[in-house]
C-alpha cells in the first residue's frame, strides 16, 4: 500500500523505517497520544530534505492484519507524524506501508505480499512512482529486516541502534545478510554520514 508524494520526483532518495528509527518503539502503536518523534529525529529528516533526498516512509503495520488497529489509523498515524516533524521544519515526502501479514488474523489482509520487508514491494513501488536512482540512495532501519531489505533491493543499507532492536530476540541478524554500510546511533548521525557519502561520491557533489 502507498501513497506517492506529489512533488516532483527526485533523483536520490532515503527510506526510513518508521517505528524505533523516526518515532519511539512502543510495540504496536494503537494510541496515537504514544507517538513521539525520537530526539532528533526532526532535524534528520530535514537536513536529508534541504540537501535534495526525497524522504520516503517504508513500514510494515501487521497490527492491521492481526485486528489490532484498523486501517484508518495507519494514515491517522502518519498525519500526526507529519504533524510532529512539521515543527522542526521537517517533511516525509511520500509513505508506503504493508497491512499484511502471511498467517495472522483472519481477512484479506492475511496473506502472502511482496511488499512486507523484508521483501522489496515497497521499495519497488516508490522507485517507479518517483523515479528514484537506487544507487544514490540508502535504506535507513533498527532491524536486521531493514538491513536485508535495503540488500536485496539495491540500497545503501545502514543500521540505527535505537528503538527495541538492539535488545529484541526476534531481531536476531540471518546468516544470509551481510555487514550493512554504516551503523548509527540515531537517524541524525545517519543522516549526517548519507549527506557527507553523497557529497563526497565521485561527480555528485552538491546535485539534487
Excluded at 529484541?168 to 555487514?179: A, F, S, T, W
Amino acid at each position: 500500500m502507498g501513497n506517492g508524494g506529489t512533488r516532483q520526483a527526485m533523483s536520490k532518495a532515503v527510506f526510513l523505517d518508521r517505528d524505533g528509527t523516526v518515532n519511539e518503539e512502543v510495540g504496536y502503536l494503537r494510541d496515537l497520544a504514544h507517538l513521539r518523534l525520537i530526539p532528533g529525529a526532526g532535524l534528520a529528516v530535514r537536513r536529508l530534505n534541504e540537501t535534495g533526498f526525497a524522504v520516503i516512509l517504508v513500514t510494515n503495520q501487521s497490527g492491521v492484519a492481526r485486528g489490532y488497529f484498523p486501517e484508518s489509523l495507519v494514515h491517522d498515524a502518519h498525519s500526526r507524524l507529519d504533524e510532529l516533524l512539521k515543527l522542526d521544519g521537517a517533511r516525509i515526502d511520500a509513505v508506503y506501508y504493508c497491512p499484511h501479514h502471511p498467517t495472522a488474523g483472519n481477512s484479506s489482509y492475511t496473506v502472502e505480499c511482496d511488499c512486507r520487508k523484508p521483501r522489496t514491494g515497497l521499495i519497488d513501488r516508490a522507485v517507479r512512482d518517483l523515479s528514484i536512482d537506487r544507487a544514490r540512495s540508502c535504506m535507513v532501519g533498527d532491524k536486521w529486516s531493514d538491513v536485508e531489505l535495503a540488500q536485496r533491493a539495491g540500497l545503501c543499507s545502514i543500521l540505527v541502534m535505537s528503538g527495541f532492536a538492539p535488545d529484541d530476540p526476534g531481531n536476531e541478524r540471518p546468516d544470509r545478510v551481510k555487514d550493512p554500510d554504516f551503523i548509527a546511533r540515531s537517524l541524525l548521525e545517519a543522516a549526517d554520514w548519507i549527506i557527507s557519502r553523497d557529497r563526497h561520491a565521485p561527480g555528485r557533489g552538491e546535485k539534487g
